[in-house]
Nanobody, 127 residues
């Protein structure tokens, strides 16, 4: 079972940028699609983005499309989420997870399709 650890969260001003990392321990990421999710205070967790096993296919929530970019470096066992032009509504705890061995990203980024959740990293966008 792959274990995932998120990092990179911080306090940033509106319009700023952050890069989050999702690192795998114990196992290689080569055979796992990885999704990013976030949970704002008082709200349900929602899907943000997902990258396929090979990295050739990506999905984005409409709220982040054009501002966020997901990528992966299998040699470093890490998936990144580059977040640009951040807005206050991007504030929340960001989590990564996987749909499982050789499983694809679900088209609607459904939480039920993902497992092996990390502990999360806090992103706060505020002036």
């Amino acid at each position: 079972q792959v274990q995932l650890v998120e990092s990179g969260g911080d306090l940033v001003q509106p319009g700023g940028s952050l890069r989050l990392s999702c690192a795998a321990s114990r196992l290689s990421l080569d055979y796992y699609a990885i999704g990013w999710f976030r949970q704002a205070p008082g709200k349900e967790r929602e899907g943000v983005s997902c990258i396929s096993v090979g990295g050739g296919s990506t999905l984005y929530a409409s709220s982040v499309k054009g501002r966020f970019t997901i990528s992966r470096d299998n040699a470093k066992k890490t998936v990144y989420l580059q977040m640009n032009n951040l807005k206050p509504e991007d504030t929340g705890v960001y989590y990564c997870a996987t749909p499982g061995f050789l499983s694809p990203c679900s088209g609607n980024l459904s939480l039920a399709a993902f497992r092996s959740w990390g502990q999360g990293t806090q992103v706060t966008v505020s002036s």
